[in-house]
């Protein structure tokens, strides 16, 4: 396993960051099992793993503290804030009141007494980004955090982050966590030379396209009824035509779709690491046996035909979308005023 320096901060981790979004009831809700694949992660080098008290309400989190049990020291251990975890609207987001109270209940339930990269899990336009940075910087300096890191953030608005930081005195972002994959290509334009700009390390998520890049998703093909009904983008023409392209182009590497996707995810310059989130021991064999895959530029620059550079094939159904997407107010003056203009 070869390693890599996380942005600036000078902590070296592993390509290949085991998720835990996997392990409890979204999931794998077999503990033992769970704690068997964190550990097989591990014995194979893996020495980052990524989850968020939002997984399975707080499981993720106890499962990943009782497998660190006896190996703490050797993990760079990151977990996020902002979900929903209760009824109480104040139980959630990424206010200086949630966020303290919120990195108490995971540090316990994380079994630890630091975490070495605390991560807001989505931006808020609702809260001041300064009040987040100070909450942030209080849990560094008292020694529960060791880094702080956003994910899902715009490219301006780590800019803007960046700039509060160095005016206030405050910790910075170390790290950003976007999804990136080959049919997810849309940080290369922005958030990518971002991050490369400000030493920002990045741990990308859904390196698989949330399962279009395992070849079982074809086109015209049966698609698991489940998954069907979690994600709507499976049934997105555009993902499906440009996996049909993908296929051919790793069975003549003589690569599983698997490795050419991690390999892929990996090589672009601005990715520290790749998320991994295996449900099942066969599912991290198999990522684990493409570790060392590294792909040539005649792959890369077909791959870059088929999904050109800084494109998505189509928004995955769990990416971000800041307000002014989501909100089509924010895009439309009152009906009055256009009526006036």
């Known amino acids: 396993m070869h390693y890599r320096t996380l942005g600036r901060t000078g902590i070296q981790v ?26 097989k992660a591990l014995d194979a080098g893996i020495n980052f793993i990524d989850t968020a008290d939002l997984y399975s309400r707080g499981e993720s989190e106890e499962i990943v503290g009782k497998a660190l049990k006896g190996r703490r020291d050797n993990v ?6 902002h979900g929903a975890m209760g009824d109480d609207p104040n139980q959630r987001g990424i206010s200086r009141r949630w966020i303290l109270t919120e990195v108490e209940n995971s540090l316990r339930r994380l079994q630890t007494d630091y975490i070495d990269l605390y991560q807001i899990h989505r931006p808020d336009p609702t809260v001041d980004i300064e009040e987040t940075l100070s909450a942030l910087t209080d849990l560094v300096r008292s020694g529960k955090v060791r880094a ?19 005016r ?12 990136y994959s080959i049919l997810d290509r849309g940080i290369e334009r922005e958030v990518l030379p971002v991050a490369q700009r400000y030493g920002m390390g990045t741990l990308v998520w859904s390196p698989l396209a949330q399962g279009m ?17 979690m994600f709507r983008h499976i049934s997105d023409e555009r993902r499906l035509d440009a996996v049909e392209q993908i296929i051919p182009l790793a069975e003549k590497a003589g690569l599983p779709m698997t490795h050419l996707a991690m390999a892929f995810a990996i090589a672009h310059p601005g990715v520290t690491s790749a998320i991994i989130g295996p449900r099942t021991m066969e599912h991290l064999d198999d990522l ?20 050109p550079p800084g494109t998505d094939a189509s928004a995955l159904d769990m990416a971000y979308q800041p307000p002014a997407i989501q909100h089509a107010s924010l895009r439309r003056r009152p009906v009055e005023e256009r009526a006036a203009a």
């Open 148 to 166: 702080i890191g956003s994910s899902a953030m715009p490219a301006s608005d780590m800019v803007e982050a960046q700039w509060v930081s160095e």
């Open 288 to 307: 684990l046996a493409g570790v060392d895959v590294r792909l040539s530029d005649e792959i890369l620059d077909r791959i870059d035909e088929i999904v």
């Open 76 to 81: 760079v251990l990151a977990t996020k804030v």
């Open 213 to 229: 890049l395992t070849g079982r998703i074809r086109k015209g093909g049966q698609t698991d009824l489940r998954r069907a009904t």
């Open 14 to 39: 592993s390509p290949y960051c085991l998720g835990a979004m996997m392990f409890g009831a979204i999931g794998n809700p077999d503990h033992d099992e769970s704690i068997r694949i964190i550990h």
């Open 168 to 179: 206030r005195g405050l910790e910075r972002f170390r790290t950003e966590q976007p999804a």
